[in-house]
């Protein structure tokens, strides 16, 4: 069978389109729950080029660190939706123009 | 046959990810993200990576995107309304991306040589893994189930409700 392979930069151009994809969510989403997702998007682009580099260079070390990733999006998103939970349930909106202020 | 499948992977994952921008209502959004990442699980699958592309579909596609499903569902989330602020975040965020793509899209460009990523080519085994990940980094490891456990009781706290909080029970 011939090896095909696929250029790096594919790999590292698809992962910094993901991660662009997720700060425009950050800056243009008005809903808490959409801007809790544009993160985890960034954070799967930056996981890709993790893995596209770890393949590159021979170095399992990558896969290690993704999976460390992994772990604190996981914790993030745990606490995070809990936090919107409790902003949800003293301001009744999950508008981030309306949380405007500082005491919850 | 495997730049084929990367496209059609990495076509998914564009789209999804464009998807959940256009998306109004978050559980749409919510859906395409499961897309993506599912999409993704495919990418490192051809990168030999068979571990991360498991834990990938477990965690982040399934347990991940649950909690997000479950919140959306709990909050009983709408479509969010256009206000001044998302216009002006809009006006500068498309701009912002476009900016942030085209800048990336031009260095990744400009350093991009002839390397290419042999599929396969990485000893991607469990065994391998678990010996980096229990051996090389185990303090790191311990670290994680630390702030894991955290991170649970800082759920519990901040999701109950607050005279559970404060220890007033009736």
């Known amino acids: 069978m011939v090896p095909s392979y696929v250029p790096l930069w594919y790999y590292l151009l698809l992962s910094g389109f993901l991660f662009a994809c997720g700060v425009a969510g950050f800056l243009i989403k008005r809903n808490i729950i959409t801007i809790f997702m544009s993160i985890e998007l960034m954070l799967n682009g930056v996981n890709l080029s993790f893995v596209a580099f770890a393949a590159h260079w021979h170095a399992l070390s990558g896969q290690v660190f993704v999976f460390f990733v992994m772990v604190v999006a996981a914790a993030e998103a745990t606490v995070g939706l809990a936090i919107i939970i409790a902003v949800y349930r003293t301001r009744e909106t999950l508008n981030v123009d309306q949380v405007n202020l500082l005491k919850l | ?170």
């Open chain 2, 1 to 170: 046959m495997h730049l084929i499948l990367f496209l059609a992977f990495g076509a998914v994952c564009v789209g999804g990810a464009v998807n959940l921008l256009a998306q109004r209502h978050p559980i749409n959004s919510a859906l395409s993200l499961i897309a993506v990442m599912a999409a993704l699980a495919g990418e490192y699958l051809l990168l030999g990576a068979e571990f991360v592309a498991a834990v990938q579909v477990i965690v982040y596609a399934g347990a991940v995107m649950v909690l997000f499903v479950f919140v959306i569902m709990l909050l009983n989330a709408g479509e969010e309304e256009h206000t001044n602020g998302s216009r002006v975040a809009v006006l500068l965020g498309v701009p912002g991306m476009l900016t942030g793509s085209v800048l990336v899209a031009w260095v990744v460009l400009r350093n991009s040589g002839t390397e290419s990523v042999a599929i396969g080519a990485l000893p991607g085994h469990p065994t391998e893994i678990a010996q980096l990940l229990f051996h090389d980094f185990l303090l790191p490891f311990e670290v994680t189930s630390v702030l894991i456990l955290i991170a649970i009781m800082g759920a519990v706290v901040l999701a109950s409700k607050p005279e559970a909080a404060t220890g007033k029970v009736e």
